[in-house]
């Protein structure tokens, strides 16, 4: 139970599309309830099965706990379903077969290394190019760029609402509980996930069509607001229709058999009560040492006094950022943001100004409030640049690497550009990037848990671009003097006034 609230804290926080969790985890104990797994464990009918899984769920406890990896906590949890399955053995014809508890439990082993921040990205560029044929059909003149469907009338961003994936999980998350609850074969819960999945992706497509087509002919904007809202929950119950219709589909085709599959012909003997206890205290052991580790930090931030000035005034969106008409040398151009730039074109919600300095000139972006640290690298790689060189580094007065310096390229449009970026909290701190090699990654989430006094909140993202920028010492020292004194400038306008309520990222 500890590594599942391990598990479905870090969800919680930090992975979004999986907030569907309590469907899934009703499901668990609904059925581990209902069929009597948790009184298997005093006599497991497959002993040899159920104590090898049992020790490799307290170890892979253990090593989640110590590295402070809600990923290890997911996967041992779902060792200790394998488990409960091993005890129960054979089920009854009435009672969900032996892959349905360590099946749902996989919903609750969060992605590691935000790795669902990927599958957000691959699924809205495949919507977005799958929809391209329809749009053909639907004789809609467009462009695709990466995530974005260029028409004369809008330029439409898949941002990582539309990419399908929150609909694509509990899709998937359906079809097993439809197979667990119907007592469907292993291979029948597979095809219907597979089917699922597809499902959703067509879907999604058809609905990315039906925004755009009700706007070309129609003039209906249903891309924002309340029918947008009403939009994707037409499709998510056409989705769940779909599923529950593959079900009986899959049913018919396999033509299966309401009887369980397999036999267990090697049951062993129960276990020894000496062995039950060995278990049961190695396990309250490990449940007693993953409270502490989990626990400590939090108990030792509220011991912490609360830091960040307490500000007073609430500027209005419109001129919240306003950048001044000068920064170390360079000269703004004009008095509002631009409206058509390099970064305005990348789908991300911000304010961007052109700066000017001889011969050069730079966009200067500052991102609305984002919930937690927001990767900007995801956006730019959504809308088809390729990275050619990252450095981190830190600018003068910082101690940590707060600079990430990116080298880019995009083929389609045969540009290249240099990109600075820092990130700050609502506080005006200048936030440091994670480091990019694994192991250097955990060691320093494992200080942080106990050295940070909590997780931060808003954050603001500031966006320094050169396009086609001239490769040589001079015209890089002017770029890093314009992103400190903007970072300065924006750090200021956050320490002076209360930021504005976090938004996520389109």
Not at 370 to 390: P, V
Request: glycine share 8%; aromatic share 10%.
């Amino acid at each position: 139970m500890v590594c599942l609230f391990f598990a479905l804290q870090e969800i919680w926080v930090r992975h979004p599309a999986y907030h569907f969790f309590p469907l899934p985890l009703v499901a668990w104990f609904w059925l581990a309830k209902r069929d009597g797994l948790f009184r298997a464990v005093a006599f497991p009918q497959h002993s040899a099965a159920f104590s090898w899984l049992s020790a490799c769920h307290l170890l892979l406890a253990l090593m989640a706990f110590v590295l402070i990896s809600p990923f290890l906590a997911g996967l041992a949890f779902v060792l200790s379903s394998a488990a409960l399955a091993a005890a129960k053995g054979k089920p009854a014809d009435h009672e969900a077969p032996t892959w349905s508890l360590p099946a749902l439990a996989l919903f609750f082993v969060p992605p590691p290394m935000m790795l669902d921040q990927q599958v957000h990205q691959v699924l809205a560029g495949l919507a977005a190019r799958l929809s391209q044929g329809w749009l053909d059909t639907m004789q809609v003149l467009h462009v695709v760029q990466g995530t974005i469907v260029a028409t004369p009338e809008k330029r439409f961003f898949v941002d990582d609402a539309c990419s399908g994936t929150n609909t694509m999980l509990v899709a998937i998350c359906v079809a097993v509980i439809i197979s667990s609850f119907n007592k469907r074969s292993w291979i029948h819960a597979l095809l219907l996930i597979v089917s699922a999945g597809l499902i959703s992706v067509a879907s999604n497509v058809l609905r990315i069509c039906v925004v755009i087509g009700s706007l070309h002919y129609w003039r209906l904007e249903l891309d924002q607001g309340m029918a947008h809202e009403a939009l994707g929950v037409v499709f998510f119950v056409l989705d769940l229709l779909l599923v529950g219709s593959a079900d009986h589909g899959w049913h018919f085709i396999l033509n299966s058999s309401p009887g369980k599959e397999g036999t267990d012909m090697h049951a062993g003997p129960a276990a020894p009560p000496l062995a039950n206890r060995l278990l049961g205290g190695l396990s309250f052991g490990v449940a007693v040492i993953g409270m502490t580790l989990l626990l400590g930090p939090e108990l030792l931030a509220l011991s912490r006094p609360a830091g960040g000035p307490v500000a007073a005034n609430v500027l209005t969106e419109a001129d919240e950022f306003q950048l001044p008409e000068e920064l170390a040398g360079w000269v703004r151009e004009g008095d509002k943001p631009v409206e058509d730039s390099m970064i305005g074109n990348l789908g991300v919600r911000n304010q961007v100004w052109l700066y000017r300095k001889g011969g050069q000139e730079a966009f200067v972006a500052v991102n609305f409030p984002f919930l937690g640290f927001h990767d900007t690298r995801l956006c730019y790689s959504g809308q088809g640049w390729q990275f050619q060189k990252q450095v981190d580094g830190a600018l003068p007065g910082d101690t940590q690497n707060t600079v990430r310096f990116l080298e880019m390229n995009q083929p389609t449009e045969l540009a290249s550009a240099q990109l600075w970026l820092s990130v700050l909290d609502e506080h005006g701190t200048a936030q440091a990037f994670e480091s990019e090699k694994p192991l250097d990654r955990m060691s320093e989430r494992l200080l942080s848990r106990w050295s940070n006094p909590g997780p931060v909140s808003n954050t603001y993202v500031l966006q320094i671009m050169s396009v086609e920028p001239e490769n040589d010492s001079r015209a890089h020292s002017a770029l890093t003097e314009l992103l400190a004194e903007a970072r300065n400038r924006l750090s200021q306008a956050l320490v002076n006034h209360r930021p504005q309520a976090g938004k996520e990222s389109e």
